[in-house]
């Protein structure tokens, strides 16, 4: 195989080599992923076999969408797969920062707080929270304040400074974001996540937690709304559409807070009775019956990636023997020429839009300059091989995705001669 890619690609010796030794490396790695991925994906068949899923709910519907059963189905099956009380499934979210926005207003009211214990969240929810224009419809412009504290490994010190946040301050939901986002923290797991929802409850047990869940469906065996979490929302271009899904988002948790982020995303008592599906059903099904698979294969890329660039001489986070949170492997790059040149690497070994030179440019919803390589069948799908950062210091790459593991070895590599 090592000589077949040396023939099309011309990768260099000094890669090959480090290539051969990552994959010695991953093997064990990849036959507990492939552990987690079977039992997946009968988690998600046994959903199927029970909804009682039916060509029927492919049909299209328009208009408003009453009666729409299609659209039904897929609410009941992802609360199954999630085992949550009730789901809104839906391709009119445009994005995961959509889909968490939605939640948060659906919530949040005039005047209410809310509390991140992981941090301040992900860049593109900054102008959700507190734009910095006036009057952009962010949740400050209506009254309600956002506070945060940092994630720390430390156990007792965190425990001690959300029990001291949560006593004098009257939050109405606690934000927990599982992936690491834009930093080098760790990616919660569920059992971590579990264990703050504890705690959390057991000072303040009218406390909503939520749950930003984009990059970790189908990492592990369990999801955080089988723990405790109230909602959870996710982006369905990431892990949950299983690269099929052409677009759209979900929010799953409590059948009365998943009533009340519908009447944010449609009107007040219209909630979740309206929509047509406009033929997009059949792909979401899809997406979600493959995203297992997917999952994993973006894992073992990952993994891969960890080792192989840890080997040339890099920081890696994580490690390619630890556990997995999330499908995102963090690269640390050093300079702003690395951290180009690597995305350039992941674009030049895409299966879409190869020949093209990605560059940085000023993303809205972003305060740096943002590098985004993502030769992808669905524009901006991040659970296709895809990398970006922004282009400050550590000049870190954020790696994520892959439809399969042999074709995302190869982008891999190339990054890794784009950079040695």
């Known amino acids: 195989m090592l000589k077949e890619i040396v023939n099309i690609f011309s990768f260099s010796k000094k890669v090959l080599d480090a290539s051969s030794k ?26 199927f076999i029970k909804c009682k899923i039916s060509e029927s709910h492919f049909l299209s519907t328009t208009g408003y969408g009453y009666n729409d059963r299609g659209r039904e189905k897929l609410d009941e099956l992802f609360a199954s797969i999630f085992k949550s009380e009730d789901a809104i499934v839906r391709h009119n979210f445009v994005s995961g920062t959509h889909t968490l926005s939605t939640a948060l207003f659906g919530i949040l009211r005039p005047g209410d707080s809310f509390l991140s214990v992981t941090g301040k ?72 996540i579990k264990e703050i929802i504890s705690f959390v409850k057991d000072i303040n047990p009218e406390i909503i937690v939520m ?18 979490a109230d909602l959870i929302a996710g982006s369905l271009i990431k892990n949950p559409g299983g690269a099929i899904s052409p677009t759209g988002g979900y929010i799953v948790g409590k059948k009365d807070l998943v009533e009340r982020c519908a009447n944010r995303l449609t009107a007040p008592g219209i909630g979740k009775e309206i929509g047509a599906n406009l033929g997009l059903n059949r792909e979401i ?75 940085p440019w000023g993303m809205p919803g972003y305060e740096s300059q943002v590098i985004m390589a993502a030769g992808t069948f669905i524009s901006g799908a991040s659970i296709e091989l895809s990398a970006d950062g922004p282009l400050r210091t550590p000049y870190t790459a954020w790696m994520q995705g892959g ?13 890794a001669e784009r950079i040695i």
Do not use: W
């Open 121 to 192: 969240p992900y860049d593109t929810l900054e102008d959700v929270i507190c734009s910095k224009k006036n009057n952009v419809g962010s949740l400050n412009d209506f009254g309600i304040k956002f506070d945060c504290i940092e994630y720390s490994n430390n156990k007792e010190e965190y425990f001690k400074n959300i029990k001291e946040k949560i006593v004098s301050n009257k939050f109405k939901i606690v934000y927990i974001q599982r992936s690491r986002g834009y930093s080098l923290r760790d990616s919660l797991g569920v059992l971590k």
């Open 285 to 359: 099904f899809m997406g979600i019956f493959n995203a297992p698979n997917v999952v994993g294969e973006s894992l073992k890329s990952a993994v891969f990636a960890s080792a192989l660039f840890e080997i040339l001489g890099y920081e890696v986070y994580p490690k390619y023997y630890e556990e997995r949170h999330d499908i995102v492997q963090s690269v640390v790059l050093n300079s702003p020429e690395n951290l180009i040149n690597f995305c350039k690497g992941i674009q030049e070994g895409s299966p879409v839009d190869s020949f093209v030179s990605p560059e």
């Open 403 to 415: 439809i399969n593991f042999y074709a995302s070895k190869i982008g891999i590599m190339k990054a």
């Open 22 to 47: 990552a994959l010695e490396l991953c093997e064990e790695k990849f036959k507990q992923i492939e552990r987690i991925k079977e039992y997946n994906q009968q988690k998600v068949l046994d959903s």
């Open 211 to 228: 749950i930003d869940n984009c990059y970790g469906e189908f990492v592990e065996k369990e999801e955080p709304s089988e723990c405790g």
